[in-house]
């Protein structure tokens, strides 16, 4: 079973602990490593019972600049062609979302 999840406050206001414990609670029945990523008022959850990484995120410039984040499900068939027309490294986890959200910064939604 995978989860994918997410909570955000419309408010703007953080999130509180209890928020967060919610998601992990939800993600316990996908039996499979949690990945969370929060900031402030949103987060993300992914599990996969796979143990295939889901989540992939990071800031795209200094402090005040907005993160890209990516929850991915999904079967990434030309990986090696995306390595080589984005130039991106493999990275330790060998993730396919790190390399389809490095495909995202690179063409946005027209790819």
Not at 52 to 59: D, F, G, I, N, V
Not at 80 to 88: C, I, K, P, V, W
Request: some cysteine; aromatic content about 8%.
């Amino acid at each position: 079973m995978t989860f994918m999840g997410g909570i955000i406050d419309l408010d703007g206001q953080p999130l509180s602990p209890d928020a967060l414990r919610t998601l992990e609670l939800c993600a316990a029945n996908a039996n499979g490593e949690l990945s969370v990523w929060w900031d402030r008022h949103i987060a993300f959850a992914c599990a996969s019972h796979e143990g295939e990484q889901l989540l992939a995120h990071r800031k795209t410039g200094d402090l005040d600049s907005p993160v890209a984040v990516l929850c991915w499900n999904g079967r990434l068939d030309n990986g090696e062609e995306l390595r080589s027309q984005t130039g991106y490294e493999r990275p330790p986890t060998n993730a396919d979302a790190d390399l389809v959200l490095a495909a995202y910064e690179k063409w946005g939604s027209s790819w």
